[in-house]
């Protein structure tokens, strides 16, 4: 999507040759606008899927993905992340290890939010070594519903998980696909 | 505002004299209809306050305060909340006790997303004690920023957050505002 491309060369900082910073107008600061041209997008690539649910992970999922519902007229759940390891039994839960933020956390679901056989479309910010994507559709898979696709805005496509998840089935549509990136050389996309 | 007080009606779970989950439509699973409703109205009301940006705290904020940032067509920023102690020198932090976690946090915003004179909304989804309001107030002020008013969801009214803050001068929007509640007797608005 050649609108979040320019915007990524604008304004995103990289770190390093894997690291880069879009606080200023995805996870952090968010632009509203940018982030309803995005909604739209996955609606326009999704909308025949029959989605009956949305579902992203907390926190900076969840902007784009509430967007996205409305376009839908679905409901959104987000998956909320926890360090304790108690889990009650009216939850579905999957491991993710964050390599963001060096940590293993717990992602829950209530199983009140997520039934047998309903159509779910899972969004998120970001696709790298697929942790959180993977958990997500673990959960989905658990309740017995079906992970019609997975709709990402900034895949990071020199990492794994997307080309590791798109082996297994699942449909991913990343709207901006970054091939290789560095101080030196700036960004490159798909 | 009737239509959310009813479907708090219809859909909030009383746990005892002071636990209303309302997981099914506001900070679990989320209505994107309903939610943009409130978004509307929060624009609605503070539309004439020349809002610069938009403040809420993740998770359960980001979901209706971005929609309402659509409206007002201005930046959301969303704090994080940290359990770690170290803070860098390129953020604002005010600390907050969570009742419903037990647990006290540190609320970070970059000091790159709010600068001197911008005039911020705040929303939230509760009001109860007021400790993750008066966080994003204190934030706003640090900045030299000027805190226009705070759009809340759900507000406790026999807690004292609201009560306290409007006595030290903030406008407070709350769209329903519950007087009382018990498992017996259900809920009372103001």
Redesign the interface.
């Known amino acids: 999507m050649r609108m979040l491309e320019e915007r990524i060369r604008k304004d995103g900082k990289i770190r390093g040759n894997d690291v880069l910073k879009v606080?200023?107008?995805l996870n952090?600061?968010?632009?509203?606008?940018l982030?309803?041209e995005l909604a739209k997008e996955f609606y326009r690539l999704f909308k025949d899927e029959n989605v009956d649910k949305i579902l992203t992970i907390?926190?900076s999922g969840?902007?784009v993905a509430?967007?996205a519902?409305?376009y839908f007229?679905?409901?959104?759940?987000?998956a909320?992340k926890s360090r304790t390891v108690n889990i009650s039994g009216d939850v579905y839960s999957s491991k993710a290890f964050s390599f963001t933020h060096k940590t293993e956390n717990t992602v829950l679901?209530?199983k009140?939010?997520i039934n047998k056989g309903e159509r779910i479309l899972l969004i998120d910010d970001f696709l790298a070594n697929g942790c959180a994507l993977r958990a997500l559709r673990d959960i989905v898979i658990q309740a017995g519903a079906v992970p019609v696709g997975a709709g990402i805005v900034i895949e990071k496509a020199f990492q794994t998980g997307g080309e590791e998840l798109r082996k297994e089935g699942l449909r991913i549509e990343s709207l901006a696909r970054i091939r290789s990136m560095s101080e030196e050389n700036g960004i490159e996309f798909c």
Not at 28 to 33: A, E, G, K, M, R
Not at 73 to 78: D, E, G, M, N, T
């Open positions: 606080d200023s107008f952090h600061q968010v632009d509203p606008v982030i309803d907390e926190a969840i902007a509430v967007m519902a409305k007229a679905r409901p959104l759940v987000f909320k679901v209530s009140e939010y």
